[in-house]
Nanobody, 114 residues
Framework: QVQLVESGGGSVQAGGSLRLSCEVS????????MNWWRQAPGKQREWVAS???????NYADSVKGRFTISRDHATSTLYLQMNSLKPEDTATYYC????????WGQGTQVTVSL
């Protein structure tokens, strides 16, 4: 079993930055890929970024160049550094772990205002 707990969300003005964290507990060594997803009110959940065990990273076009995903293997923590935030980045952000099973966190709210 794997448990995921996100933190670091909040309210920020456009152009600002936030860093999200996702603390992984349980069978962290079984995880092959970790992702960040987000869901804005009234919209479908969308993929934001991924990182593999070999630290290969991939990003949605909408966040490329502004967001950075990283993973601290020693502490089993996933991060999402978000810079140059825009109002359209407003959403609940979720981390997702893929291993023998798929796990989701509860989400953390990010609100970006003009």
């Amino acid at each position: 079993q794997v448990q995921l707990v996100e933190s670091g969300g909040g309210s920020v003005q456009a152009g600002g930055s936030l860093r999200l964290s996702c603390e992984v507990s349980g069978s962290a060594s079984s995880i092959a890929v970790m992702n960040w997803w987000r869901q804005a009110p009234g919209k479908q959940r969308e993929w934001v970024a991924s990182i593999t065990n070999m630290d290969y990273k991939n990003y949605a076009d909408s966040v490329k160049g502004r967001f950075t995903i990283s993973r601290d293997h020693a502490t089993s923590t996933l991060y999402l550094q978000m810079n140059s935030l825009k109002p359209e980045d407003t959403a609940t952000y979720y981390c997702k772990a893929i291993g023998p099973s798929t796990y989701w966190g509860q989400g953390t709210q990010v609100t970006v205002s003009l």
